[in-house]
């Protein structure tokens, strides 16, 4: 079993950065990757970006692209997700996810979830 713990939610204007944090335990060797998916009110849950542990890949969901970075610190098991010029279209519920997957977007393949952390953008 993998644990994970998110953090760094809040509320920000728009415009505004946020960084999020996703701590893991337990069997951390079986996981080869690490993700970040969202969910606003409504709306299902959908991909933001992922990142490959043994060598630092990242995917990015078009919407994420050039405001929000993906990094991992493999010495403290944790992925961090750099959030810049944030919108008021950012605002959910960002949820950690882990898993051995090639299909690094795919929320099906991921075997770990945190708790999930809000985020609010104000306009």
């Known amino acids: 079993q993998v644990q994970l713990v998110e953090s760094g939610g809040g509320l920000v204007q728009a415009g505004g950065s946020l960084r999020l944090s996703c701590v893991a335990s337990?069997?951390?060797?079986?996981?080869?990757?690490m993700g970040w998916f969202r969910q606003a009110p409504g709306k299902e849950r959908e991909f933001v970006t992922a990142?490959?542990?043994?060598?630092?890949?990242?995917w990015y969901a078009n919407s994420a692209k050039g405001r929000f970075t993906i990094s991992r610190d493999n010495a403290k098991n944790t992925v961090y997700l750099q959030m810049n010029s944030l919108k008021p279209e950012d605002t959910a519920v960002y949820y950690c996810?882990?898993?051995?997957?090639?299909?690094?977007?795919?929320?099906?393949?991921?075997?770990?979830w945190g708790q999930g952390t809000q985020v609010s953008v104000s306009s």
């Open positions: 990142i490959r542990k043994s060598d630092g890949g990242t």
């Open positions: 337990g069997r951390t060797f079986s996981a080869n990757v």
């Open positions: 996810a882990a898993g051995s997957t090639l299909y690094y977007s795919d929320m099906t393949k991921y075997n770990y």
